[in-house]
């Protein structure tokens, strides 16, 4: 009988730690609405068309820089690597 506390014990920890996982959730929560028993919408925010056309080439122009330097990266490290190679097989 003396193991009943430390299982009263585990079953509170266990309480604790499932409270503590959806603590950080409540910032989202806000903008989620429930409207059925198991359906959640969520809300985003209104902007016109023209900040959209704005933030969607804002994204594309950063993925455009993005791709230049991996290739640029990938083509410096190529002409390093056969550089090396005929200065070693020489």
């Known amino acids: 009988m003396s193991y009943?506390?430390?299982v009263l014990e585990m079953i509170k920890r266990m309480r604790a730690n499932r409270e503590m996982l959806?603590?950080?959730k409540k910032g989202f929560r806000d903008h989620i609405e429930i409207k059925e028993k198991r359906r959640t919408f969520v809300r985003f925010k209104k902007i016109s068309k023209e900040e959209m056309k704005e933030v969607k080439e804002h994204i594309r122009t950063k993925a455009r820089r993005e791709n230049r330097r991996y290739y640029i990266a990938s083509i410096?490290?190529?002409i390093i690597l056969i550089v090396a190679l005929i200065l070693i097989f020489k």
């Open 4 to 6: 009943a506390g430390h």
């Open 22 to 24: 959806h603590s950080h």
């Open 76 to 78: 410096v490290v190529c």
